[in-house]
């Protein structure tokens, strides 16, 4: 009870984050797995990751413009201090997506060979982001990208809380067609939706929400929770509408218990959040297989 009360009492904004960031791509996740574009996520986590490093070399000064146009100081606000980093990040997630959502259904090369082509590019780029990046300090960077979920402050929980009513809404208003072009794409043309124009909205609203995400808590958590709690949720649900609420419930559930085993046997939070959401996972395939 002891560790308990010290993590809520120093971590608060960090416990309440990592639950909307487990929240956020867990929801994604199902999506995700469903279209069967796994592979997707772990591209959008490299090219977010990329996105950041490129806003160390401030090759265009938008925080500054922004901060001239609006008036404002950029050290005194935390938002506008760190929106460079988030807006490069999304940049290159929407650029991803619509460049995939475009070229993923050609005959030539494999979607999953597209996927791998920008995967690889991405790591490239972000090392010479990295070298030719004016900030002495390389592992200072390095620790930035990978970011850390006991590190979330009150400016970003409550930019991932926006994130995640932002993905939801989208989802909740465009349920129909989005449904169809992600569970069932080939009916959708004859329900008279424009499958392609719903792809390219899905993969912006995922690439948005992955890219944002990531930014806070880092590649290794943003798609660990987008494949873990959505597999559970497949494994032990029988209805879609389980399926989602079971994957939410793990993605929010297990971050803030591996919080706390991070804290008392002095791991770092993002991998011990992967190993515990993994050890579930584990134990449910295993009951899943031994129930027959």
């Given at each position: ?5 010290q993590?809520?009492?120093l971590f ?13 791509c867990?929801?994604?996740g ?6 069967r574009?796994?592979?997707l996520?772990?591209?959008l986590?490299?090219v977010?990751?990329?996105g ?10 938008i925080e ?8 404002i ?7 506008m ?6 807006f ?12 995939f ?16 082509i920008?995967?690889?590019v ?7 982001f ?5 900030v ?9 990208l ?6 979330i402050?009150?400016t970003?929980f409550?930019?991932l809380?926006?994130?995640l ?7 909740t208003?465009f349920?129909?067609?989005l449904?169809?072009v992600t569970?069932?794409s080939?009916s959708a ?22 890219s ?5 808590v ?6 660990a ?6 597999s ?5 649900a029988?209805?879609?509408k389980n399926?989602?609420l079971?994957?939410?419930l ?6 803030p218990?591996?919080?706390?085993f ?9 991998p ?6 993994f ?14």
């Open positions: 009870m002891e560790i308990l009360h993590l809520v009492e608060p904004f960090a416990i309440a984050g990592s639950i909307l960031a487990g929240i956020i867990s929801f994604l199902v999506f995700i797995v469903s279209q574009v796994v592979f996520g772990a591209v986590t490299q977010a990751i990329a950041v490093a490129f806003s160390f070399l401030h090759i265009i000064h500054t413009l922004i901060a001239s146009l609006l008036g100081t950029i050290e005194k606000d935390e938002l201090h760190n929106f460079e980093p988030i490069y990040s999304l940049l290159f997630a929407i650029l991803t997506v619509i460049i959502s475009q070229t993923h259904r050609q005959k030539h090369i494999t979607k999953d060979g597209i996927l791998g920008i995967f690889v991405a790591i490239a780029v972000r090392i010479m990295i070298q030719k990046s004016p002495a300090d390389v592992a200072e960077i390095e620790s930035i990978k970011g850390d979920i006991l590190f402050n009150q970003e409550y930019i809380g926006v994130i009513i932002f993905t939801v809404s989208i989802f208003f349920r129909k067609q449904k169809f569970f069932d080939e043309n004859a329900h008279g939706i424009n499958s392609r124009k719903w792809l390219l909205i899905f993969y912006i609203v995922v690439g948005t929400g992955i944002l995400t990531t930014r806070f880092g590649d290794v958590f943003a798609f929770y987008l494949i873990i709690p959505s559970i949720g497949i494994l032990t029988k209805s879609v399926v989602f079971i994957s939410i793990v993605g929010g559930a297990v971050p218990v591996a919080i706390y991070a804290f008392k046997f002095d791991f770092s939070s993002g011990a959040a992967v190993v515990t959401a050890v579930l996972f584990l134990a449910v395939y295993v009951v899943k297989k031994l129930r027959g």
